[in-house]
């Protein structure tokens, strides 16, 4: 038994469980959220702040059995014997979490790659934040992932990310080191002893209203990195708690990775558009 209702307009995903569920206390639909009895668009989602668009389904089972049956698989987006990209949605970790014990994209694509008789084993590549969402890359080796890593600093990384503001000039280079302060877990940007070289381009593919979607082109990986320096420009991610201001949905997108596998004579070029939801922000 289940509920299945659709989203008429943006919202957060609790307030408008505690319109439609009427009767439900607060605390016995967050448990719902924990246990993993509500998707979306039938993708599992636990977060109490996941943000809705309009056309949303959302479904709310009796009990999280109701649904693992049904769980949906994650988009592949290329599969080799040595490599898996795939299109890891917003809210939804890359991997498991000491202080989370939320379902993660490592989990999910090896329980859905496994059979019975041959379990299936895989290494992250890299990371991207929770809230992003976009290409992430596994290798079925451990000697593979450290091959890749490797020659990580000549990977292409292209991510889209939608602003507060309007960025002036357009375009430009952010060439400001990043330092993690492991206490409150954020990027200062600045120089430091302890602090790492950091480049960012971006360019300003379109503006409405007081934001802005941008290109960027890493030119090195930091953690936070986008985030941080965006917002030290004065142009944070929407929706980035952390570096600007709370929201339902953080407007970034991993658009495009391109590598070269060691022993190809070619690049591997992985690539997936952004979903609406990430769009909307722009609205």
């Known amino acids: ?3 299945k209702y659709t989203a008429n307009a943006s919202s957060e995903l609790m307030p408008f469980l505690i319109a439609k569920l009427q009767g439900w206390s607060r605390s016995t639909i967050k448990q719902r959220l924990k246990t993993g009895c509500v998707t979306v668009n039938d993708q599992q989602v636990t977060r109490h702040d996941h943000g809705l668009v309009e056309g949303d389904r959302v479904n709310v089972a009796a009990s999280s059995q109701g649904i693992s049956a049904t769980r949906p ?3 592949i987006l290329y599969e080799d014997r040595d490599l898996i990209a ?3 949605p917003a809210g939804l970790l890359s991997v498991a979490s000491p202080k989370d014990k939320a379902q993660h994209a490592l989990g999910i694509l090896r329980d859905q790659l496994s059979r019975r008789s041959k379990p299936v084993k895989l290494w992250p590549v890299h990371r991207i934040d929770r809230d992003t969402s976009g290409v992430l890359l596994f290798a079925t080796s451990r000697e593979m992932r450290e091959a890749v890593m490797k020659g990580w600093e000549s990977a292409e990384k ?3 990310a939608i602003v507060e503001g309007c960025p002036k000039p357009a375009g430009g280079t952010i060439n400001q080191p990043l330092r993690l302060d492991p206490v409150i877990y954020q990027m200062h940007v600045g120089e430091h002893p302890e602090a790492k070289r950091a480049i960012t381009h971006f360019t300003t593919e379109r503006s409405e209203g007081k934001r802005s979607l941008l290109r960027v082109e890493l030119e090195t990986g930091r953690q936070h990195q986008i985030r ?5 420009l004065g142009y944070p991610v929407v929706g980035d708690q ?3 201001t709370e929201g339902g949905r953080m407007g970034l997108h991993a658009l495009r990775l391109s590598i070269t596998k060691p022993g190809a004579s070619k690049p591997l070029v992985f690539e997936t558009q952004p979903p609406e939801d990430f769009l909307a922000l722009l609205k």
Do not use: P, Q
């Open 1 to 3: 038994m289940s509920d």
């Open 73 to 75: 698989k994650l988009d």
């Open 86 to 88: 795939i299109n890891k």
């Open 158 to 160: 292209t991510y889209l």
């Open 228 to 232: 941080a320096h965006l917002a030290w």
């Open 242 to 244: 952390r570096y600007g």
